[in-house]
């Protein structure tokens, strides 16, 4: 049976924790238009070269709510070191499709064994300026599971309560200059942890997405 949708309060914060089949059903939605407010989303331009890519956005289903699963990538990467990220990758040649791609770095980055993980839906494409699509898998995962680190790649991971995601006043607009361009991006500081970029914004997705724009603020 599905649960009743969580309660929102005016600041958006989940005071009654979703269930896997009210999330299941809010991913199947037709995705929201963007804010105007929203200057951190990147169009990439047709005929722009897009390499494909997939990240596993984990949802943990604790006794105290749901928590979402991130990583922080090792210091000594060339491609964005120490960052926060969802486990993904490079769509590959052998990769029957985007879930394959989700479920194959989760478990080479994490060691997430793929039987342990239940899709539940995608989220909307995320283009960022360097010409990556990026497809959102959402998985539910109950536990009890077991994580092995890929000690190359990732040198932590950790989760957030999804009741921290649903609360606007955690998302900051920011912006900075980069090779002489402007660029808008979200931020979520969690606890010491600087969530910002490619995998705010795709929470900020997951946000939007869930809640929709009749059930909070934000």
Not at 27 to 55: C, N, S, W, Y
Not at 187 to 216: E, K, N, V
């Amino acid at each position: 049976m599905t649960s009743p949708a969580p309660t929102l309060t005016a600041a958006g914060a989940c005071l009654f924790q979703p269930s896997r089949d009210w999330i299941a059903s809010r991913l199947k939605r037709p995705p929201p238009a963007p804010r105007p407010e929203d200057l951190h989303i990147v169009m990439l331009q047709a005929g722009a070269r897009i390499t494909f890519a997939a990240v596993l956005v984990p949802l943990i289903h604790r006794a105290e709510g749901v928590h979402v699963l991130l990583t922080q990538r090792t210091a000594h990467l060339y491609d964005h070191p120490n960052q926060i990220s969802f486990p993904g990758g490079r769509v590959e040649g052998g990769d029957t499709g985007r879930t394959e791609t989700a479920l194959r770095e989760a478990e080479e980055e994490i060691g997430l064994a793929r039987e342990r993980v239940e899709i539940i839906g995608t989220l909307p494409d995320y283009e960022i300026p360097s010409g990556f699509r990026i497809t959102p898998v959402v998985g539910w995962i109950e536990p009890p599971f077991e994580l092995k680190l890929d000690p190359f790649e990732v040198s932590d991971a950790f989760e957030v309560p999804l009741s921290f995601m649903f609360d606007p006043a955690n998302h900051q607009r920011r912006s900075y200059q980069f090779n002489g361009r402007h660029r808008d991006y979200l931020a979520m500081p969690y606890r010491g942890r600087y969530i910002w970029g490619a995998t705010a914004g795709m929470l900020y997705s997951l946000y939007r997405q869930l809640a929709g724009d009749g059930d909070a603020g934000g």
